[in-house]
């Protein structure tokens, strides 16, 4: 998993012992990026891993054996942990003063430029001008001041903390734009063998993180306490947006628009790469 926190269930699992209690010993391991979890979950080095959906959507279209799980934070536009931001000294500009100027996001090719250009279109701007850079989050703030980018997708708690320290300034909830109100950032999966051959292990694993963002969503202060534990980054609280449980329709919204902008090679479902999970 990464660092951030609408995959931070997991630390909020380990930390209260909910993983304990289902009996699983859990061993968190940080990587960058969808890309590099996904082969580390296909080659049996992870058992479980966490991408966006576009990545593992792709991964999945290519013909990589992977299954959904369970969702890590919703995306709500009542809360929205991700936005648009521009340096502090600049003037908010409309989305076609920002035709032929240069975005950053996490990734190329992912959830983050898939935005902007909805974004760009839909708000009035021409998504086919713009430049999209790599930029990690840590580094987007500098990226702005120096000049390196105009505009950048920024996620919490790095998002918060820069907003804190007034090195950025917000100026549109662009996720929320592209996708709609509420859809999952974040999903955890595992390859088809290991769920073929561990379905109750898989099942405890996904019951303890739904009980520990539950727990996360009821007591904001309290998990912004364990994310910083981990992450080291200060939230003053966090922004656990949960699902019951994970039928598809919270991942629908990005397949439709990854279609759409032939970030995917065609249209799907996402039923078509959940995971059943055993009664």
Sequence with gaps: ?????????????????????????????????????????????????ASNPLSLANAFLRGIPVRM???GSLYSSVAPQILLVIAPDKASPS?????????????????????????MDKMGGDASTIKFVEVPLSAQPEALAQGRADACVLTDPALSTAIAAKRVKPISPVYGIAYGDRF?????FG??????????????????????????????????????????????????IVTKNLDGGTVQPILDVAAKYKLIPRPMKATEFLWSVPK
């Design 184 to 188: 999952s950032m974040v999903v955890f």
């Design 95 to 119: 989305a076609a003063e920002l035709n032929g100027k240069v975005f950053c996001g996490v990734s190329i090719g992912g959830l983050d430029q898939l935005a902007v250009d909805a974004w």
């Design 191 to 240: 390859s088809n063998e290991w769920l073929a051959n561990n379905p109750s292990v898989a099942k405890k694993f996904v019951a303890a993180l739904n009980d520990a963002q539950r727990w996360a969503s009821d007591h904001p202060e309290a998990a912004a306490g364990i994310l910083e534990k981990y992450t080291k980054l200060h939230l003053p609280r966090a922004q656990m």
């Design 69 to 71: 799980i369970a969702s």
């Design 1 to 49: 998993m990464a660092p951030v926190e609408s995959e931070a269930g997991v630390y909020y699992a380990e930390e209260l012992g909910y993983f304990r209690k289902a009996g699983l010993t859990v061993q968190i391991q940080n990587l960058a990026g969808g890309a590099a979890i996904t082969a580390a979950v296909a080659s049996g080095s992870l058992d479980v891993g």
